[in-house]
């Protein structure tokens, strides 16, 4: 390796920081697995190459989104991703709060419907509420919650 460029590579493979995109990366350990630790040199951040879960990939919530809309359920994109499904749910919630709600016009008509779910076991029922727009068939509102008028009147 030159010593002008202290950025690690193997086999002329260089990697750069996930979070700074920096090229000067030092060797910084192994993990409990081990696998090999880097540090970036500009930001300080330790991360490894070859992650083991794929959980932590930046394409993730994409696939998880695709995946949806597809009508997959928990478990099988759970299983297609090779994420736990408590991972997913996490993710699903964190992409549902990023997602702005559409306007709802008057004048148009609307149907609502809910499905049934649970997280962990039976007992720990969740109800999913949402409304889709009659002409457009798309998604106006939703909800996730216990069934309750709370949850419903969310969506009305």
Not at 83 to 110: C, D, H, N, W
Request: charged residues 25%.
């Amino acid at each position: 390796m030159d010593q002008s460029n202290p950025s690690y590579s193997r086999f002329g493979v260089s990697y750069f920081c996930p979070v700074c995109k920096s090229e000067f990366l030092i060797k910084s350990g192994w993990t409990a697995t081990g696998k090999q630790r880097y540090c970036c040199k500009d930001c300080g951040k330790r991360f490894i190459i070859d992650y083991t879960y794929q959980a932590c990939q930046s394409h993730t919530n994409r696939q998880i989104i695709i995946l949806t809309k597809e009508g997959l359920g928990i478990r099988s994109t759970a299983r297609v991703l090779r994420i736990s499904v408590t991972t997913l749910l996490k993710r699903i919630v964190a992409i549902a709060k990023g997602i702005q709600q559409p306007p709802i016009a008057f004048g148009k008509s609307y149907e609502v419907d809910e499905m049934r779910t649970y997280i962990g076991k039976k007992s720990r029922l969740r109800w999913i509420v949402f409304a889709l727009d009659r002409d457009t068939k798309t998604v106006a509102d939703f909800n996730v919650g216990r069934r309750t008028n709370k949850t419903l009147k969310h969506v009305i």
